[in-house]
């Protein structure tokens, strides 16, 4: 996101001399700055409009990467935090059996003649300040001196591991939070997006339509070339084949309709291999590639923040989920900017 800084102290007269310019500067730098891109205006052809549509769907499909990355951060916080509550429990419950153990002991103390000086002031005061003056007292016998050492260690254990715990949930509504604001997010660039196309005419919109079509139909022309550089690449390309036609839908992984990472996971799954959900993490997952070294099934990443990936098919060609509103397809490869290559 574009940073503010606080401008320095200026007079009356420069303010208001500043103003107009001021506000022309804001103007261009919301328009250049990706966080926060300037609301679309009225297009004024059909070009502009799909400009501006193509746009929305890119800033949709980063908002969405970032969801599936919330998404799947959130799961494996709401197992370790599961965890650990557990381990909470357990421990509570060993700690009250130890204080049951010295309870025991007082009370055997206590028949044969009176309690222990020290057993006297754990069970009269708060046993939680009394372990940090357990120790200094002479009168503790060895046996004593063992069950309220251990009785210490574990309230020890337990205060860390509640510390854990409440730390974990912390994080786990904050994913929660991020989680709601990039669904947010990616829902009102779609809706951009669709007022842009509602705002066409009847005939502009067949016209947006038909050149879809066009995209679309090229799964008919299935790269002929190229050979898979592993079993598992080949298993997975093959895989992904199966799925030509299916439409994009966002943060959807299958088996019916896929986002970009959610093909390419699907489809390395498929082929019994477990890779990262996103692209940005996909991207990471394996050995870097150069175009030239590309083979069929290696995964493929496109733009700066890597967050579009595709499988290479040869002949130059990438097997995808483009976008909202089409369909996983073949596409030149050179329709995106490319990045790298990564094989599994």
């Known amino acids: 996101m574009a940073s503010h800084r606080r401008p320095k102290p200026a007079s009356r ?8 310019a001021a506000a022309a ?6 328009q250049a700055a990706n966080a926060a891109p300037a609301k679309p205006g009225k297009p004024t052809s059909v070009k502009d409009a799909k400009a501006q549509v193509d746009a929305l769907y890119t800033q949709a499909e980063q908002a969405s990467e970032k969801y599936d990355a919330a998404n799947e951060k959130l799961k494996s916080l709401q197992t370790e935090a599961g965890t650990l509550q557990d381990q909470v429990a357990k421990q509570q419950a060993h700690l ?40 200094a007292l002479n009168q503790v016998s060895s046996i004593q001196s063992s069950a309220l050492q251990q009785l210490q260690d574990a309230k020890r254990t337990l205060d860390q591991e509640r510390a854990e715990a409440t ?15 990039r669904k947010a997010e990616t829902k009102n660039k779609l809706s951009q997006a669709q007022a842009i196309l509602n705002s066409l005419t009847a005939a502009q919109r067949a016209q947006i339509s038909q050149d879809e079509a066009r995209a679309n139909r090229s799964t008919e ?8 550089a592993t079993g598992r690449a080949a298993a997975a390309y093959a895989a992904a084949q199966t799925k030509l036609n299916d439409p994009y839908a966002w943060s959807h992984n299958g088996p019916d309709s ?5 093909l390419t996971s699907w489809a390395y799954r498929q082929a019994g291999v477990k890779i990262p959900r996103t692209a940005a993490d996909q991207a990471n997952f394996g050995r870097h590639l150069t175009m030239s070294q590309l083979q069929v099934g290696d995964l493929v ?11 290479y098919a040869g002949d130059g060609m990438v097997l995808h989920a483009p976008k909202p509103g089409a369909f996983v397809r073949y596409e030149s490869i050179g329709n995106m900017p490319f990045q790298f290559g990564v094989r599994i």
């Open 13 to 20: 007269t420069r303010v208001t001399v500043l103003t107009a």
């Open 25 to 30: 500067a804001v103007a261009l730098s919301a």
């Open 96 to 135: 009250n059996t130890l204080r049951d153990s010295l309870g025991s002991i007082a009370a055997s103390q206590y028949r044969t003649g009176g309690i222990d000086p020290s057993l006297q002031l754990f069970l009269s005061s708060n046993p939680d300040t009394y372990l940090d003056q357990a120790s």
């Open 167 to 181: 730390a974990k949930l912390t994080e786990l509504e904050s994913t929660r939070t991020e989680l709601g604001n």
């Open 221 to 228: 022309r299935a790269p002929m070339g190229g050979t898979s």
């Open 258 to 262: 896929f986002d970009c990472s959610g």
């Open 301 to 311: 990443i496109f733009y700066g923040d890597h967050h579009h990936v595709g499988l």
